[in-house]
Each structure stands twice: as C-alpha cells, then as structure tokens.
C-alpha cells in the first residue's frame, strides 16, 4: 500500500502522519520525504501494510495535514499507458519486452506511430498499432485523441516521437506526458542534437527523461544520464552511443513514475528514490 503527500511544511509533519498511522495500527515499511525550504514544501512517500479502507485514512490525512494537501492513498500499482513513436525502434522494443514479461510497471495499451515502420514489432507483442500521418491537411492531434479516447490509461510516452506536440494538446494532460529527450538538457535542445554536440565538439553526451510542458524540451526533469565521448566520435558514433543512453533513462524515469516516487511542482520534480 503506497502513501504519497504533498503540502505546505510545518514542524511536526512526520510525527503527526506516523502518530495516525500508528493508531490505525498501521506498520510503516518504508518512508522517503523531502523539504524544499526555499519553497516551504513538504513530500512524502510512505509504503504501509495493507488496509481496508483506503478512502478513510485519506479523508484523516487531509484532515491533519495543511490547507491544500494533495494526498493519494494506494495509487493503482499498475499504471496503464499509451505509446507514441515514429521510426526508432530502441525505446519501444525495451517498453514492449518489459511489458511481455510484466516488468514494465505499466501496461501498454496501444502505440500510435506517425510512420508505420514498428508496426510489425507491435503485432509480434500484440500490441494494437494505430498509424495517424502528421501532415497539417490531415488533423493528425485530433485523431491522436480520437485513438487515446478509446482506452484508460495513466500515462503517454513519447518514444522517440519526432514531432512537436501543440499547447493545446499538452493542456490536455498536465503531468501525464513523459519525453525522452536525446541530449543531457537544458544543452542542445530541439532537433538533432548530436550533430549539435558533434559540432561543438562536447566530450560528454547524454539523455534525459522529462515531463512535457508548452515549452519545447524544458518541461520537468524526471531522469538523466551522460557518458563520456571522445575525440575520434563521429556525430553517428555519439547518435549510436546515445541511444542506449536513452533506452536507459527513459526505462528508469518510467519506473520511478510508474512507482509514484515523482512529485511534480513549478517546473521542477522531486524524486523520492
């Protein structure tokens, strides 16, 4: 059972949350918080024994915890997702394999390709594939909602996507749209990035995993990583290298949002690990 906070900090937080858990009988198995002083903030992650009545500790939570708390009590323990993609297969083959032997976190729902080149890599995990063109004459967003309306899910992953998404389409869900980025942000942000880096002659490349916002590449950080690159790489060498990179890094942001450790405010995140 999962137990996640975020609120205003005062003295006493801790003690008061555990206090009521202990009279509900409640064991904690392991607690992750954080304070953000210069925004006086405060999170928390708790995993507790089961219970039976999850909306009732919910309503005593709030009810001790400052104006404004946002509290979720046993988020659903397996998220459920949509994929969208164009033409590199590195990231979606990771999630499909994951999702096969249920490693994932998630389940995945459908993926939406604006190519049909991993269409077939769908069928083999059988995983419904819906090709929508992005061409202005053809309206491909509402069609994306169109598809993305037919199911429940938590989540859209943006796969290695190669295209813009509009303001209007990210208002549509805050918080809910993952992106892996191929460069260590806020460096070299938009397209091609490691002819960027090639071209700057940088010695470290790297990915990062983020929410989207409005703001091209600049939306909350959830995950990165960066290795060395040398003298002799060529920008196809550090595109090569790269995409394990980000097979990596968006596999390890999935998991942590997956497993409700990312708190999401302005335009940061905090991430209990």
């Known amino acids: 059972m999962i137990v996640v906070i975020q609120c205003a900090d005062r003295v006493g937080l801790v003690a008061s949350i555990s206090g009521l858990l202990?009279?509900?009988?409640?064991?904690?198995?392991?607690?992750?918080?954080?304070?953000?002083?210069?925004?006086?903030?405060?999170?928390?992650?708790?995993?507790?024994?089961?219970?039976s009545d999850s909306k009732a500790l919910e309503q005593k939570l709030r009810a001790l915890l400052p104006d404004g708390a946002l509290v979720n009590v046993n988020p659903k323990p397996e998220k459920k997702v949509i994929v969208m993609?164009?033409?590199?297969?590195?990231?979606?083959?990771?999630?499909?394999?994951?999702?096969?032997?249920?490693?994932l976190g998630a389940s995945v729902q459908c993926v939406i390709g604006?190519?049909?080149?991993?269409?077939?890599?769908?069928?083999?995990?059988?995983?419904?594939?819906?090709?929508?063109?992005?061409e202005p004459s053809e309206e491909p967003e509402?069609?994306?909602?169109?598809?993305?309306?037919?199911?429940?899910?938590?989540?859209?992953?943006?796969?290695?996507?190669?295209?813009?998404?509009?303001?209007a389409f990210v208002s549509r869900f805050p918080g809910r749209i993952i992106n892996i980025h191929h460069s260590f942000l806020p460096a070299f942000a938009g397209a091609n990035p490691y002819r960027q880096a090639y071209e700057r002659g940088v010695k470290l490349i790297g990915a990062t995993a983020h929410f989207v916002t409005d703001?091209?590449?600049?939306?909350?950080?959830?995950?990165?990583?960066i290795i060395p690159a040398g003298h002799s790489f060529t920008a196809g060498d550090m595109m090569k290298a790269g995409q394990e990179i980000e097979t990596a890094v968006l596999a390890k942001a999935l998991r942590l949002v997956f497993d409700d450790r990312v708190f999401i405010y302005k335009n940061k995140t905090v991430v209990l690990e």
């Open 22 to 51: 202990a009279s509900e009988n409640l064991n904690i198995v392991s607690m992750n918080e954080h304070v953000d002083k210069g925004e006086n903030l405060f999170f928390m992650r708790l995993e507790i024994d089961k219970l």
């Open 85 to 103: 993609v164009t033409k590199e297969y590195h990231c979606l083959a990771d999630i499909l394999v994951r999702n096969h032997f249920k490693t």
């Open 114 to 134: 604006n190519y049909v080149t991993l269409e077939d890599i769908c069928k083999r995990f059988d995983v419904p594939f819906y090709h929508v063109k992005y």
């Open 142 to 167: 509402q069609q994306v909602l169109d598809i993305v309306s037919r199911y429940e899910y938590d989540y859209i992953v943006l796969a290695k996507f190669m295209r813009v998404l509009s303001p």
């Open 215 to 225: 703001e091209l590449d600049e939306g909350p950080i959830i995950s990165q990583q």
